[in-house]
């Protein structure tokens, strides 16, 4: 393709969060090129964004159906190739569904939709209409995490027995949603965020680590979810036993009510040859134990890491620069849209897409809607439930 | 007093790990001279230990009976004062029976019996004969465990929400017992170590420094206990869920299995106001997180440790040598014998102890005895259980 | 400014490393467009670059020269901004000078030039033609380094008494230059380095760093330089004592045959008051010690980082995402390009540029230089030298 | 030998801290008994500090020489086997030549004198008299210090290029000396320490450090020493340039004055194939990095220590307790004296001594003083000197 791709936006004006990481995570290859956007629910304020972001004025929209229609209309060379949905819970569904339905690729903010409903007709959408869709749980995207999965894959640490996988954070811990911030408002609305906090937003990026990494399937669950902050409607903190389908047995917590914690994601898992540890905050680390001799530290960017294995050099493709240059959270989140929009170029193309550079889908985020159903379940009944 | 104390020993002898751990602990202040002992249930196999031990031949004793009976015999001047009891753990309960009513006072490995009907009976003993008792559970003697205890007493981190304490060794994870090692083979079987294995090991040691720092108690458990290793017949991994008696959640998990892994025994516990974060392995180091300022690292034998609590320099009062003189495993195991002994000369010379100075009861042993039972019922029924 | 910045490129076609850094550190925040290049001094090898990159192939040039007469010669509303130079070493000046001359601002990849006398005639031409001109020594790009800068600045640490900046490599440890690898081949040619290897490649990174954040500048030095790979022509290794103008003293080392390093530039400095220690693989800490309270660990995107200094925020105003989501080299990189962006639109809209958002000049570029001059010329006489 | 040995102490009384350390040392192992003691130049404080360690009043001397005269005067199964010398560097000489030439083996605090000519002629005695000498500079002893030596005699690491050892301490930022600190009074008194200060307390045991672990000697050095701390009369910090007698580089700096530091030694060492690292705050790791394959983390008390190394084992022949259970300062000061008493146990015995059992001895004591001497010689003339 002799061409940068063209992203359109949903979300992401004025005050967001994530809908910045998603356009740095976009532009850091030199691939893509945001064309148009509708920004905001108020047409103003998607004005005023699209004019700080460079936009052409006439293709920044009042909202998403005005966007699609328009772009729609447009000459196949200039009209946007995949729209980037970076709102809150409750907007995902929508414009999803319509940009897909309308002849568009789209790669969409985490966790997939408002409820299991919407996440379910997403997956039939997505499989009828035969689009691309991308889920960003952009943690998967590092280097390590895609070597340890590798490694487990290529059988370096035996048959896996134990998984833990923790995700605190602390800055819920007060009643932040009180102080006008609109990242605590919406996360902590059942009317937003939908029959979970804590464990929505960022449990399932806990849930998709290890179930990425382990290659298993979480089979059984035993939950327990707390509020701590009163008057909040919502779980600020979650603790899950895990039962996966070979046997292993896990616990994954996650937390927002942990005071002076930043963004603690990390994973060890322990298998009959070996161990694994990852942690995000130290992400350019991949730490290895063995029974037999010394512990090893993988990093990113390193020479050597593994090339006998299948597929080769997972973790070098998915590094920019090299080892001791620190890469972090927006090159991770890039690796999400570089190997989505490999996958699109490679679709015009015509050609396969190389699976070693892989990205979560739809099934992914239908497979999290479900874990969260299946946790609160259990936490209201007090005992083990299955995942199916 | 104007003597060292004179300790007697049960166990311990050659290939024992744990008694020489009892012996240096007890030998490094100079507080203590090892007297007497029956080292083996093998008569020969004590002797040569003793001779080893440079003890006088005629104080070396063939069983704990002679021990006891002899040494009461003996006239007050050289009678050993107290026994140190390091066998397995279905021999602790009569020699520290026989002790305390024979006027001995007892320190014990733990956990404190073979089972709890054993450790009741145990704790009544102690009671009725006014003697001392301490629990080897060794981690709380570590200056930086007492000085998180401080903390939290002192509300530095506001009342507790959250409490993660895990226990990870890897030394089990393939069938040790059957290389003729005799740690693994006494720990594996149900006949010498009870109704657990990794749990009564270890996963005692996380109950008792969990509740030890934040000064609450276990008040519900969901337990899910495993063994990995093909034909073992007891836990070697066990992870459960806890509910404190304030509101707090929290999260035990102990495992022998977890390849790689040495003796990784450590918690984090997040209050309303800030965090603890301590490691058994980095002993020295105590991180204090904060809602809205930079995290701390508070480090043993530092000179400004809290001067203002209550009891002053709890710390420091339990620390050796100056900060950057790295102490250990030995020196944290010597705290619980210079606290014992100190209360024994206290006891002799008729004053009050301090109670800064402070190491386990036969009640905490009590509630470890306790803490198995539940998880195992927990773990049978696959449901949440009460703890008393 | 309503439009992003067009910039030029001058080397950093295929095969090269920091050509494609310098782009994606211009990409990241979206404020700036790469236009066109002369990315080889191989012009079919330019054209294939260019392509790659999709720029419009009227504007991929064969040379420096015809760049920049080409594009002088566009509308303005067409013409290229600025010009980044991100050849080797003996490439800098022409392209630099050229540029300056013909109305064109520059960024430049350190160290400033192949000679003393290029750099001295460089800083000439900054000045005499107004233009604007950044270096970029990425490394205080960085948040924490920033942060570091700012504390010492208002005296929360005292006055300094020692700084030891340190810059281990370790990829030059085998006779790389012999493997068919452009990036050691360059670097370990005199006729393309300059007169000094290691020490100009990365021992001026650590010069300018310790100068950046201490605000010292080196007065005298005693150097010992070593050639540790047989048959090599220039340094690799280089161990420097210094003396700064406030009376510290100081060591600067820096290698490229550190076996099994990767870029593991780190500072300490110590003050009256209290020490500072950052890490560059580890980059988002700042690890802060005190005299008379525990060490505190500042980090990157953390709320409450000096809200009352003087500027204020300067580590959050070069931070993109929340704390704990670490940022790294690019991002750091990419802060060099933002200020320098910045800068250039307050030139264009007649306004007063914030000095918080700072980037390294040719004046840095200037100092590195006598740096190297002197620290070769003290290797040689074995004795104090004076830097002036 | 059916005994432990006898051990008498010169020094050590009320309010010192290094006395205390040593026969903690000397009891962990349960091989050393103290019976005697010349604990203070002041003879009721002598008295009381014998009472305080149950020692018999007859035993207690006011003075070493009475002790000396007095122990050699006993009966050989109650006489003293050795004395062990704990006070300030000016009185080492004088107790410790009257020892040996008496017929006691003698254990000594470093430095070794307080002058290079008593350094001198105590090697000469020690030869004369064929008594056993040790001097602690007890960071030899620790389990990974000793594994590190054994790596790089195995050639594990290749050549040695490069070695950088520092010292950092911070507790004499601030004039300490003028705040009845008895240990900052006689460290910074030059009629006591000799003639210089932080060099002399702990720039030799990082010397002692590097040449131990290389097997390397210095050849030449350079240095620049300050006092940072007005009105002190010795060095507080120094910064020094070494040449090894293999062509290898180096840097050694220490410091007092390095706020918030605690007691910071650590070296790496770079050769052809690899590299080592250490550091005593941390002293169970020892990381080894390697040019092809990832770093390591070898650990205290790990079963696959090199077991093919010649000798075998040696990091686990001076390790006490099972990987995970952290040894520290006191074990490593511990190896020294248990190391010294199989020395002395196997020449009762007339048996040859395990040369992997080592200890520093009077000729590392010597090296010591030379350095300092060339240190401060380097440091006057700004020039390099050669160390024979």
């Not at 399932?204 to 902050?229: P, R």
């Not at 603790?239 to 914690?261: M, P, T």
């Not at 994973?267 to 063995?290: A, D, F, T, V, Y």
């Not at 892989?358 to 992914?364: A, G, K, L």
Request: contains cysteine.
């Amino acid at each position: 393709m002799s061409r940068k791709l063209r992203m359109g936006m949903v979300g992401g004006g004025e005050g967001a969060f994530i809908g910045g990481v998603h356009r740095m995570a976009a532009a850091l290859d030199g691939q893509i090129e945001l064309v148009c956007g509708a920004f905001s629910s108020d047409a103003e304020r998607s004005r005023r964004s699209g004019e700080a972001l460079f936009i052409d004025p006439k293709r920044v929209y009042p909202d998403f159906q005005t966007m699609i229609e328009s772009e729609k209309a447009l000459p196949s060379d200039q009209r946007m190739d995949f729209v980037s949905i970076v709102t809150p819970n409750h907007v995902h569904f929508a414009p999803a569904k319509m940009a897909l339905e309308n002849g568009f690729h789209v790669i969409c903010d985490k966790p997939l939709s408002f409820n299991l409903e919407e996440a379910l007709e997403l997956e039939k959408v997505v499989e009828k209409t035969g689009m691309l869709f991308a889920l960003t749980h952009n943690y998967t995207g590092y280097p390590m995490v895609k070597q340890a999965r590798a490694m487990v894959k290529n059988g370096d640490i035996g048959k896996i027995r134990k998984v833990v996988v923790e995700y605190p954070q602390g800055w819920l811990a007060t009643k932040r949603e009180d102080e006008q911030s609109k990242q605590a408002s919406w996360r902590t609305d059942p009317s937003k965020s939908g029959i979970a906090g804590a464990l929505g937003d960022i449990g399932t990026h806990a849930e998709n680590l290890a179930e990425y990494i382990t290659g298993l399937k979480i089979k059984e669950l035993l939950a327990d979810m707390s509020i701590f902050v009163e008057g909040r409607q919502l779980d600020d903190d979650a603790n899950v036993l895990l039962r996966f389908d070979n046997g292993a047995k896990g616990i994954l917590h996650c937390s927002q009510i942990s005071a002076g914690e930043e963004n603690g994601l990390n994973i060890r898992i322990w298998g009959e040859k070996g161990g694994l540890e990852w942690h995000q905050e130290n992400p350019n680390s991949l730490i290895i134990k063995w029974l037999d001799r010394p512990k090893e530290i993988l990093r990113t960017g390193q020479s050597f890491l593994y090339p006998a294995m299948t597929p080769p050099e997972v973790a070098n493709a998915h590094t920019r620069i090299p080892g001791g240059h620190p890469e972090g959270y927006l090159e991770a989140f890039a690796n999400v849209y570089r190997n989505f929009a490999k996958h699109i170029q490679s679709l015009v193309a015509g050609q396969p897409h190389d699976p070693m550079y892989d990205y979560p889908s739809v099934s992914d985020g239908v497979r999290g809607m479900k874990f969260i159903y299946k946790v609160v379940e259990s936490n209201q009944k007090g005992s083990w439930v299955e995942v199916n």
